[in-house]
């Protein structure tokens, strides 16, 4: 349900992109140092997009440094890390657990099991920590369970329920941003949820999976449909970020909300093109 919250690299400065790459890199060694191998391959962008943005609301003191890693033997890559990149990192496998769990239940993926087995104890630690945000959190992740075993077809009110999620992992503390950071979260979560039932609709129909969009998804104008709400989700997202007083990473942020998000929409729809054509050869 992850990996919508990227960057538009052809759109992006190169100063830019190796600021994002350095906090992201910052990210990836913070799993490493803190969950291990099996918690440092868990890394999102979308926890980066997190990093970021609180980031560049708070300013806090940020290390910079390099490191070598598996990806990258030979050649050092910067590093940035702070307080945040660590919120991101124990939310990040937080977030992979309870996804393997899910994967499990639904689709009884074997390696699924395996990977959260491994991620068990270091998701304790990650609990325990943030034990008031994620026990909201698992509240509303049972929530979604319940629904989509019922078959839930409001796609308002199963993709609010995943908004309230993000709400919780957006906002770090409570202070005056708290009501922006909630917003913002509530509708980058709804976009998320829909957008990875939009990716996945063709899948879950041939495995008889649960989706959304199960009864939408052949109709004619489908597709725009979904783009249309999808556009009215990140409108209210991006309308509560311009309301933050971010400067540091703003151009970067701004590549991510206006931009990036929509690069995976693309490409599922070309793939989508390309399916429906060779149908008709």
Known sequence: MFGYVVMNRPEMKIKDYDLYRSFYCGLCRELRDRYGISGQITLTYDL??????????????????TSRCI?????????????FTEYAA???????????????????KLSRLAYSRLL?????????????KTSVIIRHLNEISAMEKA????????????????????????????????????YLGK???????????????????YNPFAQDYIIEGFEEKVRQILIMMMAEACREFEKLPIIKYADILRNILY???????????????????????
């Open 48 to 65: 980066t997009f997190v990093t970021l943005l609180l980031s560049g609301l708070y300013e806090p003191p940020t290390k910079k440094g």
């Open 71 to 83: 990806v990258h033997p030979v050649r050092r890559q910067p590093v940035r890390k702070n307080e």
């Open 90 to 108: 124990d939310m990040n496998v937080f977030l992979a657990y309870y996804k393997c769990v899910d994967d499990w239940k639904d689709e009884k």
């Open 120 to 132: 068990e104890r270091k998701d304790k630690k990650a609990e325990a920590l943030w034990k008031n």
């Open 151 to 186: 078959g839930e077809t409001d796609i308002d009110r199963i993709s609010g329920c995943f908004g309230r999620i993000m709400e919780e992992i957006l906002v770090y503390k409570e202070d005056q941003w708290e009501p922006t950071l909630r917003r913002m979260g509530f």
């Open 191 to 209: 976009f998320i949820y829909l957008m990875d039932a939009f990716d996945d609709v063709e899948e879950d129909m041939e495995k008889g999976n």
């Open 259 to 281: 931009s990036g998000v929509w690069c995976r929409f693309e490409t599922v729809s070309e793939k989508r093109k390309e399916k429906q054509e060779k149908k008709h050869v």
